[in-house]
């Protein structure tokens, strides 16, 4: 019997994640959260092989939920499921801790053998996520310049990106407006840019925004 924790703020996404692995796993136990301090709980009382993580949480956000996960319980694999792009944000997944990154796109397809693979001890990487691992490894390699932003600024310029207020934006992640406006200082700085219109035009332009 297997355990999963799946952690998704869209009832129909779970859905879809449980049909998917109850048909390629058979017996499967889910549990489920919409937000990160729901997942938290679950995970600090329960026994659970395998947490399947959406990256786009409300509040705090998913990389922040996946560090806490993994202090919480370093044994158990996240496996980060997304609708963002393998080259916005699996690399930062990786890095915090995750034992693999899926695409929403192709999860039926991918989803089952990514799990398989995981509750295995491995990692899943597809092969493109794999090349850009190879391509952030070499010496002189181009980086998009949204990936000298921390965790925390991209989230900030997300906000942005998608019209919402410093207000809205520190409501959001628990932080006070001072430290927002601050973040978004520091984040034009690392991006070279002046204004938030420019921020606007690039995460559209990268597909960061949903």
């Not at 692995?21 to 499967?28: Q, R």
């Not at 906000?159 to 001072?178: D, P």
Request: a positive charge; proline letters at 3%; charged letters at 25%.
């Amino acid at each position: 019997m297997t355990r999963v924790l799946l952690v998704d703020d869209h009832a129909v996404v779970r859905r879809g994640v449980r049909d998917i692995l109850t048909e390629a796993l058979g017996k499967v136990v889910f549990g489920e959260a919409c937000k990160p301090s729901e997942a938290l709980e679950k995970l600090q009382k329960e026994a659970w092989d395998v947490v399947v993580l959406d990256i786009s949480l409300p509040g705090r956000g998913g990389v922040d939920a996946l560090r806490d996960m993994k202090r919480l319980r370093p044994a158990v694999p996240v496996l980060v499921l997304s609708m963002h792009p393998e080259e916005h944000y699996a690399l930062r997944a990786l890095r915090a801790g995750a034992a693999g990154y899926v695409n929403k796109e192709g999860a039926a397809e991918e989803l089952a053998g990514a799990v398989r693979k995981v509750l295995m001890g491995g990692t899943h990487v597809s092969a493109r996520l794999a090349e850009a691992l190879a391509k952030s490894l070499s010496h002189g390699s181009s980086r998009p310049a949204h990936e000298r932003l921390s965790d925390r600024e991209l989230e900030v310029m997300r906000g942005i990106a998608t019209g919402k207020t410093v207000k809205e934006i520190s409501a959001g992640l628990a932080l006070s407006e001072k430290t927002i406006s601050t973040y978004r200082t520091r984040l034009l700085g690392k991006m070279q840019m002046h204004s938030n219109a420019e921020l606007i035009q690039y995460a559209l332009h990268e597909g960061l925004v949903d």
